[in-house]
């Protein structure tokens, strides 16, 4: 699951911790959902005839959990998970990026151990401690159609977490070809794919409401014939990556 992710560079991967810390336990960042965005990179440039060796490709994982992962020529060049995959986006029951200092206060005022602690980032977070709901998002949008307003903050909290990475991403890639949805809530939910897309228009960036609202678990191109960067939706499909991987080894090959 951390594979794709280990052509990440130093400067990626490394946290600004004491550096005997990465020495001694190997403490840097390692991302998760590598064969799902490795996947989809590739599918999505497949589906677009577009040669993966050329392309800048931001690659969104969005689901009970997500990540976001920024691919060059082929290559994950950084990706929002870390050394567990409690980092980056806000998620089901996860707490996302979140300052460490607000941690060591709250096992403080809790009175919390490192297992409770742990327990409260990884399964009472994200949309389900905001909202104080669900963490399904399916359940999230029938409370915001009551009228309940921490869901909307919720929702709104998990969509801006999205666009602030891939906003982050186009920066480090200088520039995108490519942005690919993918996940339970990736594939299926046609509100966030459209407003992370519109909040994406200063790239030139344009989403055919008519397609994307049509789009539900299926490979689709959403964006404009004139759109500067094409946007799809790819289902994932990991277990065909793990099979062709298994197939490469039994084979006495290397995996692509």
Known sequence: DTAFHQTMPAEAYMYALPYELYEKYAIRRYGFHGTSHRYVSRRACEFLNLDPKT???ITCHIGNGGSITAVLNGKSVDTSMGL????GLMMGTRVGDVDPGALTFIEDKEHLDSNQLSNLL???CGLLGVSGVSSDMRDIDAAISAGNE???LALDMYIYRIIKYVGAYVAALNGVDVIAFTGGVG???VQLRKRVCDHLSYLGLKIDDNVNSASRGEEKLISTPDSKVKVVVIPTDEELMIAKDTEAIVNGLQPE
Do not use: L, Y
């Not at 567990?84 to 980092?87: A, D, G, K, R």
């Open 55 to 57: 392309q800048k490709v």
């Open 122 to 124: 990884n399964k009472k």
């Open 84 to 87: 567990t995959p409690v980092e």
């Open 187 to 189: 594939e299926n939910q």
């Open 150 to 152: 921490r869901a909307r």
